[in-house]
């Protein structure tokens, strides 16, 4: 009789454990689709944890990491969705991870993500970030090929951003890629390629006049020559 009324009395815990369960979930689910009304960032963030707790979600994982992402929060976009390469993730599990990984400068990391969402979809902007960290790391062969890729595919009105000054700006994605380029010869040989990356980089401020950054770069590297023909 005992174990019957222990059985009895358990089932009427589940019973009630998964109705408030369901209750809360309406309720966090209610609570979420009001932040995103009220466009509350930090109330849909509190709105999915606490539904990821009640009823874990890969999908819902993905857009709350994808949220801190967007908020610059990479440490906590990555502590919610892990950085292991998985290769089945999500599109967006796999762009949280690689963003993220690249914002916390861990270039090494951040690769193999970027490469996984080239494979899937290239595009010139996915191939900018693999030649830029490709070339950061020194794999001068793989930078090269994602150079390549980008100076043939990218279009007239496609832009890239930089925010190196106070005021961001932007040039063309082909000026962005000569820029990556003229860099990229200069350190694969800096006692030889210097005049020759000069020159790449004057196509690319040709197409944008503007481009500071590449400016920038130029006027260090004639500094040098100067240096280099002094010493000679």
Do not use: W
Request: charged share 20%; no cysteine.
């Amino acid at each position: 009789m005992k174990k019957l009324l222990f059985i009895a009395f358990l089932s009427a815990s589940y019973s009630l454990s998964a109705q408030n369960n369901s209750e809360l979930k309406k309720h966090y689910e209610a609570y979420y689709e009001q932040m995103k009304l009220q466009g509350d960032v930090q109330g849909v963030i509190n709105g999915l944890t606490h539904l990821n707790i009640i009823d874990p979600s890969t999908a819902r994982n993905d857009t709350l990491a994808y949220i801190y992402m967007s908020e610059n929060k990479y440490m906590q976009a990555l502590n919610t969705i892990g950085v292991d390469f998985v290769p089945s993730d999500s599109d967006m599990a796999l762009e949280v991870k690689a963003i993220s990984l690249k914002s916390i400068s861990q270039p090494e990391l951040a690769i193999q993500h970027f490469n996984e969402m080239f494979k899937r979809t290239p595009n010139v902007n996915i191939a900018y970030e693999l030649a830029e960290l490709n070339l950061s790391t020194q794999k001068f062969a793989e930078a090269n090929k994602h150079i390549t890729y980008g100076i043939t595919n990218a279009t007239s009105e496609m832009q890239h951003a930089y925010y190196e000054t106070k005021t961001p700006y932007q040039v063309s994605l082909k000026a962005a890629f000569l820029y990556l380029k003229a860099m990229l010869k200069f350190n694969e040989n800096k006692a030889t390629n210097l005049d020759a990356a000069v020159t790449i980089l004057e196509e690319a401020i040709a197409l944008n006049p503007n481009f500071n950054l590449a400016l920038i770069s130029k006027n260090a590297l004639l500094a040098q020559k100067t240096q280099n023909d002094k010493k000679n």
